[in-house]
């Protein structure tokens, strides 16, 4: 009874998700002309079609599973979706309908193969492999060079980003390798420098894979994603051991490695450089002018903003991708994005629940180090584009073009609609064994 | 289109917007107590057995004992006023255990009887080792499993 009132609530949510979108994607046709709301129309009844079909899915596969993830997902979807086609209708739009299609499609996959997500810690050596030779990719001769980082691949006529997907494979290897040895970890027995430190044994393959991944991001000059998985290295280890002292030891590490950065980089020195002073007259025309412009952007909204598809956040360069957050701020106001940031934080709540609530210490891992993906990558790119924090480009997810993006955030919510349910599925922790006897007696 | 008319829209959308947030909401706090709704409902016993009401009161417990559990195990507690169990201070029997909620079960008089209920917990309170829906009156002998501990009602 609970699960089908589960579902309904989800499908309840999910309906008036799907009403915000087709009201966001009207309002932009509508602000160019009456004939795009005809062009407008099927896009948006394509992504509802997924949507319901994906919730309709769920009754089957993952019945328990939190009714709040899908329907938030859904939201920062749409209204990405809309700010995407507001910018370009003809191109953009319809190509991040595709990847929204393509995206749940991913969703519905991986809730058919992974039936339980504590099988996927015995591959956990072949995807932390995987994810670093994702990673290594673009640095090949196969890579493709936009915007001054090496991040892409390109297949044809498509180019994707291999790092978006290779984050979620080094964070089930994390999972997977801290829940097994925690203890181990967390137990300092030999000392270094006056510090209690862990065995080497223990602690060496997690630095290898740790270091190798910093570094190729490094190489790549994509300083959001050695942030973003510098952040949820140390989270993770924080969780599974609980001691201060990583953190501590981490921040030192972050500090360290971006004094190297800004002495030896200049790009890394230019972004400084225009986050403490935007409007610097040297830089306001090059390096400091898409953040100046995302500020513009943000003031010309105000509290109400100008009207979806009534303001120019065209004048941002990477408007689509990076920027995505200014162009609704300028035509949202600050009440939309901060409706916008609500959801943000209730999807990561729902993540964090659904990591206490897990049964075991590789689903409470995984299911941290995933929201914790999710949630770092927007607090990086939010603080950048507002200029709380210097700039470095990074996807926010849902709601940027991009399908590389698009994907992996499906499959990430995909995984945790998976613990969710097999957490509610499962009553209490010693109970199990018993219930299932009770059950068939 | 006017402009008027698209400023009006702008802030139908707003709205919107918000009422999506705001049911959102309520769905968290809703999912957070999901047993509340069903404390209204009438006492069901307990589903093991099925005794007559008369033989209730007169097998009714006075106490409930610890018989499972870290280092309470051997302490019993009165059922004369409610016994509130959960990992908050504030409650008569405290459980240092990550599978109990703040506030996660009650034992209290109710006439000549003593009913269990689940307060929403998040794993649930067990009686006699089924799940419990609803709250449940108590016999001597049942037992009550809320995490890790379990107790026993006796005389």
């Known amino acids: 009874m609970q699960a089908t009132s589960r579902r309904n609530s989800e499908l309840r949510l999910l309906f008036m998700a799907l009403i915000v979108g087709t009201g966001a994607l009207a309002l932009v046709a509508v602000a160019r002309d009456f004939e795009s709301l005809g062009l407008a129309a099927p896009l948006i009844g394509a992504v509802a079609v997924c949507y319901i079909g994906a919730t309709i899915f769920l009754r089957k596969v993952a019945r328990l599973a939190d009714p709040l993830i899908l329907p938030l997902a859904a939201i920062l979807n749409v209204m990405g979706l809309a700010a995407v086609y507001r910018l370009d209708p003809d191109q953009y739009g319809p190509t991040q309908v595709i990847w929204t299609g393509v995206g749940i499609a991913c969703f519905v996959v991986v809730l058919i193969v992974v039936r339980d997500y504590t099988l996927l810690s015995r591959f956990k050596y072949i995807l932390g492999f995987v994810g670093v030779g994702l990673l290594m990719i673009p640095a090949t001769p196969l890579g493709t060079e936009i915007n001054g980082a090496q991040l892409w691949i390109k297949v044809g006529a498509f180019s994707f980003q291999p790092g978006e997907i290779a984050k979620l494979c080094l964070v089930i290897f994390l999972a997977a390798y801290l829940a097994e040895r925690k203890e181990l970890l967390a137990i300092a027995s030999s000392r270094l420098a006056g510090f209690h430190v862990p065995d080497l044994k223990h602690f060496g393959p997690l630095l290898v894979m740790w270091g190798i991944s910093l570094a190729v991001m490094f190489y790549e000059k994509d300083l959001g994603s050695s942030l973003l998985f510098f952040s949820i290295f140390l989270v993770m280890l924080y969780i599974a051991t609980a001691r201060l002292v990583y953190v501590a030891f981490g921040l030192l590490l972050f500090f360290a490695g971006a004094f190297v950065g800004y002495t030896v980089f200049s790009h890394v020195r230019v972004r400084v450089i225009t986050w403490l002073d935007v409007f610097d007259p040297r830089y306001i025309q090059d390096e400091g002018y898409q953040l100046a412009q995302s500020l513009f952007a943000l003031a010309t909204g105000g509290l109400f903003g100008t009207g979806l598809g009534q303001g120019r956040p065209d004048i941002i360069p990477a408007a689509e991708t990076d920027f995505i957050f200014s162009v609704l701020g300028e035509e949202l106001g600050l009440m939309g994005t901060a409706a916008i940031l609500i959801c943000f934080m209730l999807l990561v709540a729902r993540g964090l629940r659904i990591a206490m609530n897990a049964r075991t210490d590789f689903g409470q891992l995984l299911a941290a180090g995933l929201t914790a993906i999710f949630g770092i990558q927007a607090i990086i790119i939010l603080a950048g584009v507002t200029r709380l924090l210097p700039l470095t480009g990074i996807t926010l997810p849902f709601m940027s073009y991009g399908g590389s993006s698009l994907l992996s955030n499906f499959i990430l919510i995909a995984l945790l609609v998976r613990i969710s349910h097999q957490t509610s599925e499962t009553p209490a922790p010693a109970e199990t064994a018993e219930i299932l006897i009770g059950g068939r007696g | ?155």
Not at chain 2, 18 to 36: D, G, K, N
Not at chain 2, 115 to 132: A, C, F, H, P
């Open chain 2, 1 to 155: 289109m006017p402009d008027l008319v698209l400023d009006l829209l702008k802030y139908v959308f707003l709205i919107l917007l918000y009422i999506f947030v705001a049911r959102a909401v309520r769905a968290v706090f809703l999912e957070m107590r999901p047993a509340t709704a069903q404390s209204k409902t009438p006492i069901a016993h307990a589903p093991a057995r099925t005794a007559p009401p008369s033989r209730g009161s007169r097998k009714a417990p006075r106490k409930a004992a610890v018989i499972e559990g870290e280092n309470l195990r051997g302490k019993t507690f009165s059922l004369d006023d409610d016994l509130t169990i959960g990992r908050a201070e504030k409650n008569k029997l405290v459980l240092d255990d990550s599978y109990v909620s703040q506030f996660h079960a009650r034992i209290s008089p109710r006439g000549e009887t003593y009913v269990v209920e689940d307060m929403g917990s998040t794993n649930g309170t067990y009686l006699n080792k089924r799940r419990l829906t609803a709250p449940a009156e108590l016999q001597r002998g049942d037992r009550v499993k809320v995490g890790k501990t379990v107790l026993e009602m006796r005389k």
